[in-house]
T-cell receptor, first 114, second 109 residues
Framework: DVKVTQSSRYLVKRTGEKVFLECVQD?????MFWYRQDPGLGLRLIYF???????EKGDIPEGYSVSREKKERFSLILESASTNQTSMYLC?????????????FGQGTRLTVV | GQNIDQPTEMTATEGAIVQINCTYQ??????LFWYQQHAGEAPTFLSY??LDGLEEKGRFSSFLSRSKGYSYLLLKELQMKDSASYLC??????????WGAGTKLIIKP
């Protein structure tokens, strides 16, 4: 059974803290993605990676960075958390860069910044 | 800009049929996906259309018209467990997924 695992389901952090969200996939996928999901806005792409140590900005990268040191792991970092980063964060993976196949999602991390 | 439109919310009755529409304006087109997302859970893949026409998969069918920039997801014999959000996403010319905001489907007994 294919799996994308996010390290936490729920997180509460204080404004200004550095926050790490971890994502691990066991499908040997090349592509990995970080999205945030807010009511009425749909999924918005923050960053994605199509290879180890490669990263590309998505639509809303400001305030975030990412790390991909190993193929199976893609980390999202909030350098200094702010209340407007309170959201549901979803990690996804898919095989190869331009193959038209579905993405597999993790369970999501609901982050609250207070 | 790129845009995907879906109704925000729909209500239907158990056992009935419901059609969820999706219209899109994107820079290029390499296929359209439908995902189902139950509250508090991850989205899961339902269907993929790249050619015009209807794709049937059990109780769920998905239709695409590329010339009209239009798709729909048809759910038959509705069950209570079909209560969820349904997300439409288009793969653009750069092979990036552009997502709609999702349609929340409420099933009533």
């Amino acid at each position: 059974d294919v799996k994308v695992t996010q390290s936490s389901r729920y997180l509460v952090k204080r404004t200004g803290e550095k926050v790490f969200l971890e994502c691990v996939q066991d499908m040997d996928h090349e592509n990995m993605f970080w999205y945030r999901q807010d009511p009425g806005l749909g999924l918005r792409l923050i960053y994605f990676s199509y290879d180890v140590k490669m990263k590309e900005k998505g639509d809303i990268p400001e305030g975030y960075s990412v790390s991909r040191e190993k193929k199976e792991r893609f980390s999202l970092i909030l350098e200094s958390a702010s209340t407007n980063q309170t959201s549901m964060y979803l990690c996804a993976s898919s095989p190869l860069r331009d193959v038209n196949t579905e993405a597999f999602f993790g369970q999501g991390t609901r982050l609250t910044v207070v | 800009g790129q845009n995907i439109d879906q109704p925000t919310e729909m209500t239907a009755t158990e056992g009935a049929i419901v059609q969820i529409n999706c219209t899109y304006q994107t820079s290029g087109f390499n296929g359209l996906f439908w995902y189902q997302q139950h509250a508090g859970e991850a989205p899961t893949f339902l269907s993929y259309n790249v050619l015009d026409g209807l794709e049937e998969k059990g109780r769920f069918s998905s239709f695409l018209s590329r010339s009209k920039g239009y798709s729909y997801l048809l759910l038959k014999e509705l069950q209570m467990k079909d209560s969820a959000s349904y997300l439409c996403a288009v793969l653009d010319s750069n092979y990036q997924l552009i997502w709609g905001a999702g349609t929340k489907l409420i099933i009533k007994p």
